[in-house]
């Protein structure tokens, strides 16, 4: 396969997942915000988007969920929003377009297409309910047409070091806000993992069981550990488990994060859960690296490919 048609599915995996999970982090905040007057504003907006890599707002301004909403949903221009990584996504799909499914290219071509009308005419939650749909849309697609070759490979390890880094990111927005976030329960309501959750611990639901299934949980697609052992896996089908250089391979560093939340206590994660989870987005970003210095060419980058935040 080329690097360059490697390079655009590792990014339309990417890119499609964060737009989801972007939506679902957005989604549970602004609700918080409409329902507790005693929340500052302010503090948990700036909070939001240090927790999201946005870039700080001016010290001494006050910020509302409308320059949330502005920065990272609706900014077509900034591939960190979901309206930008979106429009991303059909850009990289076009790019791939000779490989990837009509049905998968249609999808993305459509969401890219009806974007700017669902914006203008459908409220926060329905636009956000909406973003959801076409991501799950867009990633059957591709769980159902693509055969489980090297398309499906970058495809996947796009997607699971997204989700592994906008997981710890939905964990991470908890931790730092502490007792006026959003409740445990409502993280895995966001996620889609409630249910899961529940059958998994018989009905015994804590704070501290609910952060342990959304961050170890082997066999839920949207934990952190599961995530990381699927990019793993995608890496191994790629030939990285025979690697014996001296550099400093994917595989390595996401299997080295992945041990260190599996093999501690878990109560020694949630006392340091922030610094946990920046070590899990600091890992995925040195992983995504890694894997376009090996497998995408140097310097052939535009507007649409590689990481802008």
């Given amino acids: 396969m080329l690097s360059r048609i490697a390079e655009s599915l590792f990014w339309v995996g990417r890119y499609v997942e964060r737009a989801d999970d972007t939506a679902r982090i957005l989604d549970v905040h602004l609700q918080l915000l409409l329902e507790d007057p005693w929340i500052s504003e302010d503090l948990a907006c700036r909070s939001l988007l240090a927790v999201m890599g946005a870039a700080p707002p001016p010290v001494g301004t006050l910020v509302a969920p409308s320059d949330v909403l502005d920065v990272l949903a609706y900014d077509r221009l900034n591939p960190g929003s979901i309206a930008g990584a979106l429009e991303a996504a059909r850009e990289n799909a076009r790019r791939a377009r000779e490989t990837i499914s009509t049905e998968l290219w249609e999808c993305l071509n459509t969401t890219r297409n009806e974007l700017g009308s669902v914006i203008g005419s459908r409220s926060t939650p329905e636009f956000f309910a909406w973003v959801r749909e076409r991501g799950a849309v867009a990633t059957g697609i591709a769980d159902s047409a693509t055969s489980r070759d090297q398309i499906w490979t970058f495809l996947v390890l796009g997607r699971s070091i997204e989700r592994a880094d906008m997981t710890a990111r939905l964990v991470a927005t908890r931790a730092v806000a502490g007792t006026s976030g959003p409740s445990w329960t409502t993280l895995l309501r966001s996620c889609g993992a409630y249910e899961a959750f529940l059958r998994a611990y018989r009905g015994n639901a804590s704070d501290a069981l609910a952060a342990e299934f959304l961050l170890l949980d082997p066999h839920f697609p949207r934990s952190v550990v599961y995530a990381l052992k699927q990019a ?69 980058h535009d507007d649409w490919v590689g990481e802008r935040l």
């Fill in 232 to 300: 793993e896996d995608c890496l191994l089908a790629l030939g990285e488990g025979s690697d014996r250089t001296g550099t400093e391979s994917a595989m390595r560093i996401l299997g080295r994060v992945r041990s260190g939340l599996e093999f501690r206590p878990v109560g020694q994660l949630l006392d340091n859960l922030p610094e946990e989870m920046e070590e899990v987005q600091r890992a995925c970003s040195t992983a995504s690296d890694a894997v376009g210095l090996r497998y995408f060419p140097s310097g052939l």
